[in-house]
């Protein structure tokens, strides 16, 4: 099934306390690995998951500017962390804490990406919620062109008004 014909629904996953959903890509964003509760989570079957873009689990509320950020750091051989909402198989959602990080060969040279999920701070949803959605109604109001423009001043005002680094606002959101 393709990721645009499933429609949303408001049915939540919640991830447990002692889960980690890991996954890896190649270079591409091509899923090379997924363990058993990314198979659970997304409700795909692996071989639907394996040689598919990551883009599959894509949730249609996410801001793209999220994304390109993590691009960003991985381009620079940096590591993430990041609030996800992601889409299963059957149209629901579950939220994520997600780490980000290149995986690297004994020569030095980049060879993919790995990630891991674990369970997001319930008390942090909320608030990232209600971030990421004036972030996405920015990109939508802006049009294709501009929109990663939009959304990012959204986030560099909060950083900003909160005097914190993206990273420091993250440790912030996941301890409170
Ligand atoms: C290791 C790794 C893990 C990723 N995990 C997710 C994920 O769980 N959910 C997601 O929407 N995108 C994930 N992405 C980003 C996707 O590759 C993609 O950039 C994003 O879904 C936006 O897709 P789009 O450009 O088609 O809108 C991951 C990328 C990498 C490299």
Do not use: C
Request: no cysteine; glycine share 6%.
């Amino acid at each position: 099934m393709k990721r645009k014909n499933i429609i949303p629904t408001d049915k939540e996953r919640f991830m447990r306390e002692n889960d980690f959903i890991v996954s890896k890509t190649d270079l591409t964003g091509r899923i090379t690995y997924g363990n058993e509760i990314f198979i659970e989570f997304s409700g795909y079957e692996e071989h639907e998951l394996l040689g598919a873009q990551h883009n599959i689990v894509r949730h249609p509320d996410m801001p793209r500017v999220v994304f390109k950020l993590l691009w960003d750091y991985l381009a620079e051989d940096k590591e993430i962390f990041a609030y996800v909402k992601n889409m299963s198989k059957d149209g629901g959602f579950y939220w994520v804490f997600t780490h980000v990080a290149p995986i690297f060969n004994k020569n030095k040279e980049k060879i993919g990406y790995t990630s891991v999920r674990r369970m997001p701070n319930p008390k942090a949803v909320p608030i990232v919620t209600d971030v990421y959605k004036s972030m996405l109604e920015a990109e939508k109001k802006a049009g294709a062109k501009d929109a990663m423009a939009a959304s990012g001043a959204i986030l560099g005002q909060l950083l900003q008004d909160k005097g914190v680094t993206y990273e420091q606002l993250i440790n912030v959101l996941q301890s409170l």
